[in-house]
């Protein structure tokens, strides 16, 4: 196998780093001590042949069906020549092809007979990957439960005295992305953390791009950690580059982190450029209709709408959510997209479709998932937010409500309270017509945004919140002085125009009261200008429609000397 691994890696080229890791991946011969050994099969050419099989089926440049083929005949013939081990790692392989091709249940099948060929030999090596992939396939089959349940199984094997680093590695890694799609962010950073300790004890660059790449999303998912994502998102792109070919899907996951990290920190524009790259990398390594390919897409369509592009993130998200309809592999995504779907929709003013496809697709999350799953719990914010837009007041107090509930029970969401208080009860209670309310929420969620890590995008709706109160309550000086602070915090940014309108039209009205009505009215028409291409703005378009209403004809007429 040593040979036929050789050969491959000098054929291919491979970066010397690589080449050392993927050697030293090879089960150890320390670990074949607990193994129950059996003869090898009288013809040891044949062995010898399927070992180099095995090694160039798992090479680069073969099809994924060339290579599932090609290994079920490897697991069948060494069967046949009573090599059970090679069967056992054939079969599991095969698996692991069959994942990438949204083949789970055969997956799942492969799968388990490889485990159980490792049992009977105590391969251990064996045993563990099987118990990880099969996790990956409970994983993206939407049961978290017996994907906890495979790699709890792993991690015990893995844990063990004298087991090999790697192993160890392999399984944390594993074990953080269960734990990141499960909703538990803070437990898969642990598990991270985990594998890098085991690879100080023998690095793997391979190995520790992929526990990177969860550590860049559970990140991402904790909040507060902007900057520090989008430095890290940055270094694993930089070794990705060094150790992966321009083909490698991994590469493609790489230039992903760092475009979400991107958008995290209001730069949407260049955000697309990396996802777009990516996409090409996926969609080059994978079939078009593969989930990995079509969740690629739907987060294309994400960065679209973060550039205000909202029709084209619909259109796309519209095909995503088509060629995901009778795809198995897709089904734990396909309420999040519809989701999506809806937002999208929404936002081009289809107001009534877009919030009857938000309940479809919290229907399907929340049956996929539960209602308190941390993917659903977003959306149901977005749902409420949404309601506060459309008018729908009490819909959204008793979302509030809910979510509240909810956040009070898990007891380790401080963040999510402060925002939901601050934001969507002030906002609630401005559309209340309830300034005093609004300034007393805002000004509480902002005290204790910096010691919960909030972003500046929330910072800035809070400062816009309680800038807006103030006008109500006639407190112009007051009002102005932090509606600037919103506006400048917007300028460090890279974000949409109608956030800037939002508050615009707010200092609109305080400058109205300040009487300085020229500059009032002036700054209020470019404010509504702007949210020409936002229809799905309807409280700021009618604040800024009922302030010309009322000013902008007395300006005129100022303009022209009227005294009237």
């Not at 090694?55 to 680069?60: D, L």
């Not at 069906?65 to 290994?71: D, E, G, I, N, P």
């Not at 995290?264 to 989930?291: E, F, K, S």
């Not at 932090?482 to 200092?507: F, G, K, N, T």
Request: with cysteine.
């Amino acid at each position: 196998e040593l040979d036929a691994l050789a050969t491959r890696l000098i054929a291919e080229s491979r970066a010397p780093a690589v080449a050392r890791a993927i050697v030293e991946r090879l089960t150890r011969p320390a670990e074949c001590s607990e193994m129950l050994g059996e003869p090898l099969a009288a013809d040891a050419e044949a062995v010898r042949a399927l070992y180099a099989r095995m090694v160039a089926a798992n090479g680069r440049g073969t099809g994924a069906a060339a290579r599932a083929a090609a290994l079920a005949a490897i697991e069948r013939e060494a069967l046949a020549i009573g090599d059970r081990e090679l069967a056992g790692r054939a079969a599991v392989s095969l698996g692991m092809r069959q994942i990438e091709a949204d083949e789970l249940t055969a997956a799942d099948a492969s799968l388990a007979r490889g485990h159980d060929l490792a049992v009977a030999l105590h391969d251990t090596a064996t045993m563990v990957t099987a118990l990880i992939e099969r996790a990956v396939v409970a994983e993206q089959s939407g049961d978290a439960s017996a994907a906890r349940s495979f790699g709890k199984l792993a991690r015990e094997l893995a844990d063990k005295p004298g087991a090999p680093p790697l192993r160890r590695a392999q399984v944390y890694y594993s074990l953080a992305r269960i734990e990141l799609a499960r909703g538990d962010p803070s437990a898969a950073v642990a598990m991270v953390r985990g594998g890098i300790e085991a690879l100080a004890d023998q690095p793997d660059p391979n190995r520790e791009v992929d526990l990177r790449v969860v550590e860049i999303a559970a990140l991402r998912d904790l909040g507060g950690h902007e900057a520090r994502v989008l430095a890290l998102a940055r270094q694993n792109l930089e070794l990705s580059r060094a150790i992966l070919h321009k083909d490698d899907i991994d590469l493609g996951v790489a230039l992903n982190a760092v475009a979400s990290a991107l958008r995290d920190n209001g730069d949407p524009g260049a955000a697309l450029d990396y996802r777009r790259q990516a996409l090409d990398v996926i969609a080059h390594a994978a079939p078009a209709d593969h989930v990995y390919v079509l969740g690629q897409r739907m987060n294309v369509a994400l960065d679209l709408a973060a550039t205000g592009e909202f029709e084209a993130a619909r259109v796309e998200a519209t095909a995503v959510l088509a060629l995901a309809a009778n795809k198995p592999a897709a089904e734990a995504r396909r309420g999040l997209w519809l989701g999506d779907l809806a937002s999208f929709t929404f936002s081009t003013g289809r107001i009534a479709e877009g919030l009857a496809l938000f309940e479809q697709g919290l229907e399907q999350m929340s049956a996929q998932f539960g209602r308190d799953h941390p993917d659903v719990l977003e959306y149901r914010i977005v749902r409420l937010e949404l309601e506060i837009e459309a008018g729908k007041l009490a819909e959204a107090e008793q979302h509030i409500a809910a979510l509240e509930r909810t956040y009070r029970t898990r007891g380790d969401r401080a963040r999510d309270l402060t925002r939901l208080d601050g934001i969507d009860r002030g906002e609630l209670a401005l559309a209340r017509h309830r300034p005093a309310d609004a300034e007393v929420r805002a000004r509480a969620a902002l005290a204790a945004w910096s010691e919960l890590h909030g972003n500046e995008e929330d910072r800035e709706q809070l400062l816009r919140i309680l800038g807006e109160s103030l006008v109500d309550q006639h407190r112009w000086g007051e009002a102005l002085e932090v509606l600037d602070r919103a506006s400048a915090i917007w300028h460090a940014r890279h974000e949409l125009p109608d956030r800037l309108a939002q508050i615009d039209v707010q200092r609109a009205r305080a400058l109205a009261g300040e009487r300085k009505p020229g500059d009032a009215v002036a700054l209020a028409r470019r404010a509504r200008a702007s949210l020409e291409r936002f229809p799905a703005d309807l409280r700021a378009r009618a604040a800024a429609d009922a302030f010309l209403a009322a000013h902008g004809r007395r300006d005129a007429a100022r303009r022209r000397g009227d005294p009237r």
